[in-house]
């Protein structure tokens, strides 16, 4: 982005399924941000049956949008991205919020005079990660955590958004990363500028995820590591998904998605685009530090 000293157009896209108590507190914190006046708000309905729906008429000011059936959120996210004319995609999960009023506009100043800047985390709290801390320079990220980050429409467009995968949750932003890395871009992280998770269990079956989880991380192991490096990958991935499933008490969903993963082997071969070597060592740099 080139600073003209025009402020940057936003899409602030928030996905919401069967959370309407909580999704009020995500929207109000987006329209409370310094740069609301660039900023358009747009929910998607992904076929909440709560009545959600009826939060609608509280927030005139916001787009709405209602699927009828539930598509997932992959697809969800990719929607929004597509039909935006903006230049920047904040992704707020329907149980987050921002914090301090002025995330997005912090978020937009980094991506000025950094040209290869793909993609911006924010700081994500929870439940499990509580403790507040200081504002920091930015800092070179393997990924950005999905309830909170900024997108460069752009460069996410040139590597075609989120693909899809056999489950309907998990991996889907590590994926991205790998392929917005390899197309010669960076991700940044923004140590203290906060985002609120509140990881509510409304919604959320753990198995379920557990499951999506696996199969998925299986799946983007298949797409994209380079050939030669692709039978040890695949047998690591097994053995790590085996051992945290068997400490955790979640056998059951381990094995299922170790049958969706082989179950989708075929069409999954067919979508492989691995990333160069190269690309994968940065990455693993990058996570370990």
């Not at 995500?26 to 049956?49: E, F, K, M, P, Y």
Request: aromatic share 8%.
């Amino acid at each position: 982005m080139k600073d003209t000293g025009q402020p940057a157009n936003v899409l602030v896209g928030i996905v919401t399924h069967n959370r309407a108590a909580l999704l009020p507190k995500a929207i109000r914190s987006a329209l409370a941000q310094q740069c609301a006046s660039n900023t358009h708000i747009a929910v998607l309905d992904d076929g909440s049956t709560d009545g959600t729906d009826g939060v609608r008429r509280h927030f005139p000011g916001v787009s709405w949008t209602r699927w009828d059936q539930n598509r997932g959120l992959i697809a969800a996210r990719n929607f929004l991205m597509e039909s935006s004319g903006e230049e920047f995609f904040v992704s707020l999960d329907d149980d987050a919020w921002f914090m301090s009023g002025d995330e997005i506009a912090i978020a937009l100043r980094h991506f000025v005079d950094n040209p290869k800047l793909a993609g911006v985390g924010f700081d994500i709290l929870s439940p499990d990660r509580s403790q507040v801390c200081a504002r920091t320079s930015p800092e070179p990220a393997a990924m950005f955590i999905g309830c909170g980050h900024v997108l460069r429409l752009t460069c996410a467009r040139e590597v075609g958004l989120y693909e899809s995968s056999p489950g309907i949750y998990g991996g889907e932003e590590k994926d991205l990363c790998l392929r917005l890395m390899n197309a010669g871009y960076r991700i940044d992280r923004l140590p203290g500028v906060h985002v609120w998770h509140d990881k509510t269990p409304v919604a959320r079956h753990i198995p379920d995820q557990h499951q999506s989880g696996v199969c998925n991380d299986l799946v983007m192991t298949l797409r994209r590591t380079p050939w030669y490096l692709l039978p040890a990958a695949l047998l690591a991935k097994f053995y790590r998904h085996w051992m945290f499933s068997w400490k955790n008490e979640l056998i059951a969903p381990c094995l299922e998605g170790f049958g969706l993963f082989m179950r989708s082997l075929p069409e999954v071969w067919r979508s492989r685009k691995p990333v160069r070597s190269a690309t994968l060592r940065a990455y693993m740099q990058l996570t370990r530090s």
